[in-house]
């Protein structure tokens, strides 16, 4: 079975800063995807970042890296540089043979 | 392609009355999904198309939904006799088994109210 843990319901972060959310996960495949995706407020849900099991080296994307631990389970995202527009919900999700299971998200508050 | 678009945005209904979304895929992608979504959660999976079959359902969903995708192009998702606690946000996505990178796209959604 495959689930996806996200313990912190919400983060505030100040504009310029740095952020980091967390995602723990389980899944019996041995091969899969991890993401993160962004809802911001009442608009769809994009993909943010991700990265396939299989390759050791994390995941960047401009402003967005994660830390993949592979042997503890954990994905989290690094927002660097926080803006106004990364405020959102956040959901970190796992893609096993076919089906994708998200978190519960985090929302993100940015400071101004 | 102008991405996953779902219809209507926004459904009221008095309970016990069915409703039916649709839902366009990008036109190449041969998988499809369905989440549901309440307020301050994840998206909770429904169901899964890959071209027209349906590979997998909810065990959570009961009996009075049911979807069909039944050209392998766009898909519908009805909710018969609907009760309040269905009321929610009804995502659809798709994907590609092409890309090789599992991205799933997703449409704005349908926003059911039952009252």
């Known amino acids: 079975a495959q689930t996806v843990t996200q313990s912190q319901p919400e983060m505030s972060v100040q504009e310029a800063e740095t952020v980091t959310l967390s995602c723990t996960y389980d899944?019996?495949?041995?091969?899969?995807?991890l993401f993160w995706y962004k809802q911001p407020p009442s608009r769809q849900m994009i993909l943010v970042i991700r990265q396939e099991a299989y390759k050791q080296q994390n995941a960047t994307e401009n402003r967005f890296s994660v830390n993949f631990q592979k042997a503890a389970k954990s994905f989290s995202l690094k927002i660097s540089d926080s803006q106004l527009g990364d405020a959102a919900m956040y959901f970190c999700a796992s893609l096993g043979v076919h089906k994708y299971i998200f978190g519960t998200g985090t929302r993100l508050k940015v400071l101004a | 392609d102008t991405g996953v678009s779902q219809d209507p945005r926004h459904k009221i209904t008095k309970r016990g009355q069915n409703v039916t979304f649709r839902c366009d895929p990008i036109?190449?992608?041969?998988?499809l999904y369905w989440y549901r979504q309440t307020l301050g959660q994840g998206p909770e999976f429904l169901t899964y198309f890959q071209n027209e079959a349906q590979l997998e359902k909810s065990r959570l969903l009961s009996d009075r939904f049911s979807a069909e995708r039944p050209k392998g192009s766009f898909s519908t998702l009805e909710i018969q006799r609907t009760e309040q606690g269905d009321s929610a946000m009804y995502l659809c996505?798709?994907?590609?088994?092409?890309?090789?990178?599992?991205?799933?796209?997703f449409g704005e959604g349908s926003r059911l109210t039952v009252l």
């Open positions: 996505a798709s994907s590609t088994l092409t890309t090789g990178s599992g991205e799933l796209f």
């Open positions: 036109s190449e992608h041969n998988r």
């Open positions: 899944t019996s495949e041995s091969d899969y995807y």
